[in-house]
């Protein structure tokens, strides 16, 4: 059974960074897709980031595209997702998600089976 657990949310002022996690478990093919995805209050929730673990490949989102960075440690089934230049706006629960196999197109929460239960992070001004 695939299990995802993230960390390293937390509480930054405008213009800081972190560094989130999600370890993943109960799998052993070298394949899969992993993303990021946030939802906000009243929001729905969307895709960030993903990376094929294969190859490294990833693809952003025009919200994300320059301040984060999602990467990969296959060694450990890890995941993370750098974030700089945090801005109020980016305040919302932070989740991670799997896909065993490659990635598809887009980064939408439909093509994700696996998720994490969801780190928070909260941006001030």
Known sequence: QVQLAESGGGSVQAGGSLRLSCAASGYTTSSNCM????????????????IWTLTGNTNYADSAKGRFTISQDNAKNTAYLQMNNLQPEDTAM???????????????????????????VTVSS
Do not use: S
């Open 35 to 50: 993303g990021w995805f946030r939802q906000a209050p009243g929001k729905e929730r969307e895709g960030i980031a993903k």
């Open 94 to 120: 932070y989740y991670c998600a799997a896909r065993l196999g490659v990635c598809r197109a887009y980064i939408r929460t439909a093509d994700f089976p696996y998720w994490g239960q969801g780190t928070q």
